[in-house]
Protein backbone atom coordinates (compact mmCIF):
# COMPACT_ATOMS: atom_id res chain seq x y z
CA UNK A 1 0.00 0.00 0.00
CA UNK A 2 2.82 2.29 1.00
CA UNK A 3 4.83 1.07 -1.78
CA UNK A 4 1.51 2.28 -4.46
CA UNK A 5 1.34 5.33 -3.14
CA UNK A 6 5.13 6.08 -3.51
CA UNK A 7 5.14 4.94 -6.67
CA UNK A 8 2.37 7.02 -7.81
CA UNK A 9 4.05 9.77 -6.18
CA UNK A 10 7.25 9.29 -8.53
CA UNK A 11 4.93 8.73 -11.30
CA UNK A 12 3.60 12.40 -11.18
CA UNK A 13 6.73 13.89 -10.07
CA UNK A 14 8.37 12.22 -13.19
CA UNK A 15 5.04 13.59 -15.21
CA UNK A 16 5.92 16.85 -13.40
CA UNK A 17 9.17 16.84 -13.85
CA UNK A 18 9.28 16.50 -17.75
CA UNK A 19 6.76 19.52 -18.36
CA UNK A 20 9.45 21.94 -16.11
CA UNK A 21 12.52 20.76 -17.84
CA UNK A 22 14.39 22.48 -20.79
CA UNK A 23 13.22 21.45 -24.17
CA UNK A 24 17.07 19.35 -24.35
CA UNK A 25 16.97 17.42 -21.22
CA UNK A 26 13.21 15.97 -21.56
CA UNK A 27 14.70 12.65 -22.56
CA UNK A 28 16.29 12.21 -19.54
CA UNK A 29 15.47 9.34 -17.26
CA UNK A 30 15.39 9.68 -13.61
CA UNK A 31 18.74 8.20 -11.85
CA UNK A 32 18.60 5.44 -9.99
CA UNK A 33 19.32 7.48 -6.72
CA UNK A 34 15.55 8.88 -6.88
CA UNK A 35 14.05 7.78 -3.72
CA UNK A 36 17.14 7.75 -2.18
CA UNK A 37 17.75 9.82 1.25
CA UNK A 38 19.65 13.07 0.62
CA UNK A 39 20.99 13.79 3.91
CA UNK A 40 22.26 11.65 6.61
CA UNK A 41 20.25 11.78 9.54
CA UNK A 42 21.61 11.21 13.54
CA UNK A 43 18.45 9.27 14.91
CA UNK A 44 18.53 10.68 19.32
CA UNK A 45 17.11 8.61 21.41
CA UNK A 46 12.89 10.34 21.01
CA UNK A 47 10.61 10.77 24.29
CA UNK A 48 7.26 11.96 24.40
CA UNK A 49 5.53 14.04 22.02
CA UNK A 50 8.50 13.69 19.75
CA UNK A 51 8.00 9.58 19.62
CA UNK A 52 4.31 10.20 19.22
CA UNK A 53 5.55 12.89 16.24
CA UNK A 54 7.67 10.13 14.82
CA UNK A 55 4.95 8.06 14.37
CA UNK A 56 2.15 10.68 12.92
CA UNK A 57 5.47 11.67 10.48
CA UNK A 58 5.71 8.23 9.33
CA UNK A 59 1.86 7.74 8.35
CA UNK A 60 1.74 10.83 7.17
CA UNK A 61 5.03 12.92 5.45
CA UNK A 62 7.54 10.26 5.15
CA UNK A 63 6.01 8.74 1.91
CA UNK A 64 7.48 12.35 0.68
CA UNK A 65 10.12 13.64 2.80
CA UNK A 66 11.73 10.29 3.49
CA UNK A 67 12.72 8.05 6.99
CA UNK A 68 14.17 10.10 9.41
CA UNK A 69 13.18 13.14 7.69
CA UNK A 70 16.01 12.75 5.24
CA UNK A 71 14.53 13.81 1.76
CA UNK A 72 14.14 11.49 -1.23
CA UNK A 73 16.18 12.41 -4.45
CA UNK A 74 13.86 13.54 -6.99
CA UNK A 75 10.24 13.35 -4.19
CA UNK A 76 10.93 16.10 -1.59
CA UNK A 77 13.48 17.61 0.79
CA UNK A 78 15.05 16.89 4.21
CA UNK A 79 13.57 18.57 7.05
CA UNK A 80 16.50 18.16 8.77
CA UNK A 81 18.66 20.58 7.01
CA UNK A 82 19.64 24.20 7.89
CA UNK A 83 16.73 25.61 5.69
CA UNK A 84 13.90 24.42 8.11
CA UNK A 85 15.71 25.80 11.73
CA UNK A 86 13.28 27.45 13.61
CA UNK A 87 14.96 30.92 12.91
CA UNK A 88 14.24 30.41 9.39
CA UNK A 89 11.07 27.80 9.52
CA UNK A 90 9.07 28.68 12.69
CA UNK A 91 6.98 25.87 13.72
CA UNK A 92 4.06 27.69 12.51
CA UNK A 93 5.55 26.82 9.24
CA UNK A 94 5.14 23.14 9.76
CA UNK A 95 1.14 23.58 10.57
CA UNK A 96 0.58 25.63 8.00
CA UNK A 97 2.05 23.30 4.81
CA UNK A 98 0.00 20.31 5.60
CA UNK A 99 -2.81 22.90 6.08
CA UNK A 100 -2.61 24.71 3.00
CA UNK A 101 -0.09 23.07 0.75
CA UNK A 102 3.35 24.67 -0.45
CA UNK A 103 4.21 26.56 -3.00
CA UNK A 104 7.38 24.85 -4.54
CA UNK A 105 10.30 27.72 -3.86
CA UNK A 106 13.39 26.29 -1.96
CA UNK A 107 13.71 23.52 -4.06
CA UNK A 108 12.93 22.07 -7.79
CA UNK A 109 10.40 19.13 -6.66
CA UNK A 110 7.32 20.86 -7.54
CA UNK A 111 4.82 22.22 -5.01
CA UNK A 112 3.56 19.97 -1.45
CA UNK A 113 0.01 19.35 -1.95
CA UNK A 114 -2.25 20.02 1.46
CA UNK A 115 -2.08 16.94 3.89
CA UNK A 116 -5.69 15.80 4.99
CA UNK A 117 -6.90 13.86 8.07
CA UNK A 118 -3.56 15.34 10.55
CA UNK A 119 -4.51 17.60 12.89
CA UNK A 120 -2.93 20.43 14.75
CA UNK A 121 -2.31 18.58 17.68
CA UNK A 122 -0.90 15.82 15.90
CA UNK A 123 1.40 17.98 13.49
CA UNK A 124 2.88 20.27 16.90
CA UNK A 125 4.10 16.45 17.94
CA UNK A 126 5.41 16.43 13.83
CA UNK A 127 7.40 19.61 15.48
CA UNK A 128 8.60 18.17 18.43
CA UNK A 129 10.11 14.84 16.23
CA UNK A 130 11.25 17.32 13.27
CA UNK A 131 13.35 19.35 16.31
CA UNK A 132 14.62 16.78 18.71
CA UNK A 133 16.26 15.40 14.97
CA UNK A 134 17.14 18.72 14.10
CA UNK A 135 18.83 18.99 17.01
CA UNK A 136 20.86 15.89 17.12
CA UNK A 137 22.57 17.33 13.77
CA UNK A 138 23.40 20.35 14.39
CA UNK A 139 20.75 22.50 13.41
CA UNK A 140 19.52 25.09 16.18
C1 LIG B 1 3.35 14.72 -1.69
C2 LIG B 1 4.65 14.97 -1.08
C3 LIG B 1 4.69 15.63 0.26
C4 LIG B 1 4.05 15.23 1.43
C5 LIG B 1 3.11 14.05 1.65
C6 LIG B 1 4.48 16.15 2.44
N1 LIG B 1 5.33 17.09 1.93
FE1 LIG B 1 6.12 18.68 2.90
N2 LIG B 1 6.97 19.36 1.20
C7 LIG B 1 6.97 18.69 -0.01
C8 LIG B 1 7.78 19.43 -0.96
C9 LIG B 1 8.07 19.03 -2.39
C10 LIG B 1 8.26 20.59 -0.27
C11 LIG B 1 9.23 21.66 -0.79
C12 LIG B 1 8.56 22.91 -1.35
C13 LIG B 1 9.61 23.94 -1.74
O1 LIG B 1 10.18 23.85 -2.83
O2 LIG B 1 9.90 24.83 -0.92
C14 LIG B 1 7.71 20.51 1.07
C15 LIG B 1 7.93 21.47 2.05
C16 LIG B 1 7.55 21.34 3.37
C17 LIG B 1 7.78 22.34 4.41
C18 LIG B 1 8.41 23.72 4.23
C19 LIG B 1 7.27 24.74 4.10
C20 LIG B 1 7.72 26.13 3.83
O3 LIG B 1 7.09 27.06 4.38
O4 LIG B 1 8.69 26.34 3.07
C21 LIG B 1 7.30 21.82 5.58
C22 LIG B 1 7.32 22.50 6.93
C23 LIG B 1 6.74 20.53 5.27
N3 LIG B 1 6.89 20.27 3.93
C24 LIG B 1 6.18 19.71 6.21
C25 LIG B 1 5.47 18.55 5.89
C26 LIG B 1 4.77 17.75 6.88
C27 LIG B 1 4.74 18.05 8.37
C28 LIG B 1 4.17 16.73 6.20
C29 LIG B 1 3.27 15.65 6.77
C30 LIG B 1 2.13 16.09 7.54
C31 LIG B 1 4.52 16.88 4.79
N4 LIG B 1 5.32 17.99 4.65
C32 LIG B 1 4.09 16.05 3.78
C33 LIG B 1 6.31 17.52 -0.29
C34 LIG B 1 5.49 16.81 0.59
Not at 47 to 63: D, S
Request: hydrophobic share 45%; aromatic share 6%.
Amino acid sequence: MRMSVLLLILAAAAVGGYFLLPGDQQAEIPTAATGEPMVEVVVPELTGNAKLGEKIFEAKCAVCHGRNAAGQQGVAPPLVHQIYRPGHHADAAFLLAPRNGVRAHHWTFGNMPPVPGVTDGELKMVVAYIRALQQANGIN
